[in-house]
């Protein structure tokens, strides 16, 4: 049986097949799913395979991801700032903060589901999802940021936990007590938390689920107690004495009450009595801190790689935390509001604990959820840490991380790594000055996390089917735009250097290409919009003004190329560039298709050397097919090549110029030589693949096609590095004159015309522009008493069509003396644009090109059309031979296009 059409057995299919339905998800997330097995009996087959150990996946919904997310929001925002908001913003601005807060996590938390039912997810929580729909250069450059913003997070939560601390055992009260308010306490309190949160950490993810539950269930309880203390001294009044700045102000708890409630409807912005400044806040401010009580929604996608079943885990987790924790938070405020006095809300932020039944409630629900919070985010910290290092987003900078993970998925390194970053943050020592970074790095993430998702949306790739379907485009939109205007409405110069911080990790990384493969929502947003514009880009609305180079390349061989290659990447002009190889051969007689593997090859060559062209190799049986079959299907739509250029067909043997060629170093790094596999050169004295009749063939049949013909000649000796290293100025030299006809001196043709611009094309960049000169040569006779006349059209015509260039008059006598027609081989025409010449004739205008290409960079010959008789085939080669003989690098051109106008 033929091997390409025999049936695989299962264990054949080793790229990415999974062992049974369980393992499926653990494939290679860069190989296709090509193999799923549905029955366990043909399991013993390959069950030699060995399974790789991974982390251990056990935690639930409810535990991994509910219990997380409202913990994280469930703390210091809860218990330490609740009143701080309602005494600042009143009851009116506090809902609308807390609506506004939620309407952004909403819109995210949709696209969080969205993203999570796409795919199997593994560890590293929202860094996985952003990354593998962004890419690595602007995945890895998230990721940082929400490990930072994890880092941020843990360290505020452990200062709340210490203030909270602080507040219940001040040395006013207990005069042999262990705690005051001063620099080294709150270190020492702050830095005992932080350690304990990290022995937590290292024993691993169940540990803090199970201590999840204790602390899950300390704060339901304390939340509980609160509104039991509203109801039960629902009209009881208590009366607080509060110190502030070295004086006591008098406050008062009035239990339910509508005057307090209708003096707390509307704002009233003070100070903050913590800081020494007696700066008002305003409701940004305010604002900045509120939403670190939402921002709890990332805490379950932390832990994706230790759930049982993220895909739905995710999604239904944390939309059941945001329903609960916003009807916590709304009710409450209502609560605060009816009952506390202003300036009770105003100088004391643990306020509920001190109305509470029971303070030790609230103080061990502080302790509880601020807790809890200091170890999710250090967790969520150290799995994104451990992810980007599996990833070597960073290279080796990371790399110790990848070797401290223990056998049970555990990331020690990561872990400890987090925990003196935290440390760190800890001398900050100020909760509301934290706050605000918190805000800006988490809106970042919902930033990122909604644009990946709107652009998976707007690709439209048929894989993107996500089981969540409550999104679309315009939540997404909503969510990026919300995150993106808080942030600079919070604080401008936080959000302009975060961005400028994000711009220089993304060209980093795009820098240093790390060497990953996700697939990139960049290349499917690209093809959804290159598709539509193609369908819309119409050759029949082509017009002249517009017309820029579209060109296709025919290589032979890539290694004795490469100069031709980079010339013909700066003659293109911003049009298309396609570089095209026949590889001679049936696909019959092949296995598989021969030409896939060179391909990728010829794709790095592309890359090595920095030019914008795509790849088309053709397999046919002759050279002359498959240049056809190039001609006519190179390009898509109304991008398609309209010139085609060839390499020159003589007998000078192969010299392999790419092992003298590295790659461009677009910003810093050393050159690198090309080293993928390439086909090997022709033997000098080997046979040739193409026969000199087949040759002409493929350009007469390029010319039938009503394509634009160039020939390149000499181009081994271009040395572009050279042009400005040298004083002298160097020239490009355009010959327009038509050297089988050379009446054609008295005007310019098409083909003279097509010549020009090609030249001036090539001016136009500016490496060339920089060195070099453009000169045309106007060859008329001596004794020509329109020389002058003719001398000055061409001036005009020059300033017409825009075109800056030196006209060097040239005495054509002498040349014109030797091209007698006469008999075939004499200057006998033989058909309507080709006749024989002598060789003399060629000679001597060959001799006046070099005679004036002493400093000439490049030069362009006038280059007639072939005969069409293939008799006379060998002789035209033979000609062009002669004209280009030992000149510097040669393009002959032949166009047929119409290509500059002088009207606007």
């Known amino acids: ?23 499926a998800e653990t494939n290679n997330e860069n190989s296709p799913l090509i193999y799923y097995q549905l029955s366990t009996a043909i399991s013993a087959e390959f069950s030699h395979r060995p399974i790789e150990p991974g982390p251990v996946r056990g935690l639930s919904t409810f535990m991994g991801v509910v219990v997380p997310c409202m913990l994280s929001m469930f703390s210091v925002i809860l218990f330490l700032r609740m009143g701080y908001v309602v005494g600042q913003c009143g009851l009116i601005l506090t809902i609308v903060m807390f609506v506004l807060a939620y309407f952004i996590v909403a819109m995210t938390v949709l696209s969080i589901c969205a993203i999570s039912t796409n795919g199997a997810i593994e560890g590293g929580g929202a860094y996985f999802m952003i990354s593998r729909t962004l890419g690595p250069e602007f995945g890895g450059s998230i990721g940082l940021m929400f490990f930072l913003a994890n880092i941020f997070s843990s360290g505020l939560y452990v200062i709340g936990l210490k203030e909270a601390l602080v507040s219940t055992f001040p040395r006013s009260e207990y005069p042999h007590g262990f705690l005051e308010s001063n620099t080294y306490i709150d270190m020492a309190c702050s830095t005992g938390i932080l350690f304990f949160c990290l022995i ?28 039991l203390s509203f109801i039960v001294n629902y009209h009881g009044m208590e009366h607080f004495d509060l110190f502030v700045h070295n004086e006591t102000v008098q406050a008062w708890y009035t239990g339910f009450n509508l005057t307090t409630l209708k003096g707390n409807i509307l704002e009233h912005y003070t100070s903050d009595y913590t800081q020494a400044s007696s700066v008002k806040l305003d409701f940004l401010t305010v604002f900045a801190v509120i939403f670190n009580g939402c921002t709890g929604i990332m805490a379950g996608a932390n832990m994706s790689g230790e759930l049982k079943n993220p895909g739905r885990s995710i999604p239904v987790g944390t939309i059941a935390a945001c329903v609960i924790t916003f009807f916590v938070y709304i009710t409450l405020s209502v609560f605060i509001a009816a009952t506390c006095e202003r300036k009770l809300l105003w100088y004391d932020y643990s306020v509920l604990q001190h109305i509470n039944l029971s303070s030790w409630i609230v103080v061990g629900g502080i302790v509880a959820a601020t ?19 599996k990833d070597e987003i960073f290279g080796i900078l990371l790399r110790p991380v990848v070797k401290g993970i223990s056998q049970w998925g555990n990331p020690y390194a990561a872990v400890i790594i987090s925990w003196f970053l935290v440390q760190m943050v800890l001398f900050m020592n100020a909760l509301n000055t934290i706050a605000p970074i918190v805000t800006q790095l988490f809106l970042f993430a919902y930033s990122a996390t909604n644009m990946a998702c709107l652009a998976l949306e707007l690709a439209s790739a048929p894989n993107f089917r996500p089981s969540f379907k409550y999104f679309s485009w315009h939540t997404c939109v909503l969510g990026l735009l919300g995150s993106l205007t808080m942030m600079f409405l919070i604080n401008p110069i936080y959000a302009a250097a975060g961005i400028a911080v994000l711009i220089l990790l993304v060209f980093i990384l795009y820098v240093r290409s790390p060497p990953v493969n996700w697939g990139f929502i960049s290349q499917a947003m690209i093809y959804h919009q290159v598709r539509k514009y193609l369908l819309l880009l119409d050759r029949r609305k082509n017009h002249v003004k517009f017309w820029r180079p579209q060109i296709l390349l025919l290589v032979s061989n890539p290694r004795c190329s490469a100069p031709l290659i980079d010339f013909v990447n700066d003659i293109k002009k911003s049009g298309l560039y396609v570089i095209g190889n026949v590889k001679v051969g049936s696909l019959a007689a092949c296995v598989r298709d021969p030409i896939s593997d060179e391909t990728v090859v010829w794709i790095d060559l592309i890359d090595h050397l920095k030019v914008k062209a795509f790849v088309e190799i053709v397999l046919c049986e002759t050279v002359r097919a498959g240049a056809e079959n190039l001609v006519r299907t190179a390009g898509l739509g109304g991008m398609k090549p309209t010139t085609v250029i060839v390499g020159f067909y003589d007998n000078t043997p192969p010299e392999d110029c790419l092992a003298n060629v590295r790659s461009r170093v677009r ?19 080997g046979e040739k693949q193409l026969s000199a009749e087949e040759y002409v063939h493929i350009i007469n049949d390029t010319l039938k096609m009503n394509k634009d013909v160039c020939l390149a000649r000499h181009f081994l000796k271009l040395d572009k590095q050279g042009l400005g290293e040298g004083k002298q100025t160097r020239y490009i030299d355009v010959w327009p004159v038509n050297f089988l006809q050379p009446s054609t001196s008295s005007y310019l043709d098409t083909s003279g015309l097509f010549l020009l611009q090609m030249a001036c094309v090539l001016h136009m960049v500016p490496v060339w522009r920089k060195s070099t000169k453009l000169r045309i040569f106007l060859c008329v006779d001596a004794d020509d008493s329109h020389a002058a006349h003719k001398e000055s059209n061409m001036k005009d015509l020059l300033k017409q069509i825009r075109i800056k260039a030196k006209v060097v008059r040239l005495d054509w006598s002498q040349v014109c003396a030797f091209f007698h027609p006469g008999s075939v081989g004499t200057g006998a025409a ?23 290409s002493t400093d000439t960079a490049v030069v362009f010959i006038n280059m007639p059309a072939p005969p069409k008789d293939e008799a006379y085939f060998s002789r035209y080669l033979t000609q062009l031979d002669i004209v280009s003989s030992d000149l510097p690098p040669t393009m002959l051109v032949c166009g047929v296009s119409a290509v500059t106008c002088v009207n606007l």
């Open 200 to 227: 937590v950490c290292l024993i691993g993810a169940k540990m803090f689920a199970r201590t999840s539950v204790f602390i899950f269930f300390i704060v339901i309880v304390s939340a509980t107690s609160i509104y």
């Open 371 to 389: 807790l809890s919070a200091a170890l999710s985010c250090l967790i969520g910290a150290s799995r994104v840490l451990t992810q980007l290092a």
């Open 1 to 23: 049986m033929d091997e390409m059409t025999r049936p695989r057995r299962p264990s054949e299919l080793t790229d990415c097949m999974a062992a049974d339905p369980a393992s």
């Open 667 to 685: 910003f810093f790094g050393s050159p690198q030589p090309f080293m993928s596999p390439l086909p090997n050169m022709r033997p000098s004295t």
């Open 830 to 852: 033989v058909s309507d644009h080709w006749v024989d010449t002598p060789d003399a004739y060629l000679s001597c205008y060959n001799y006046h090109i070099k005679e004036y």
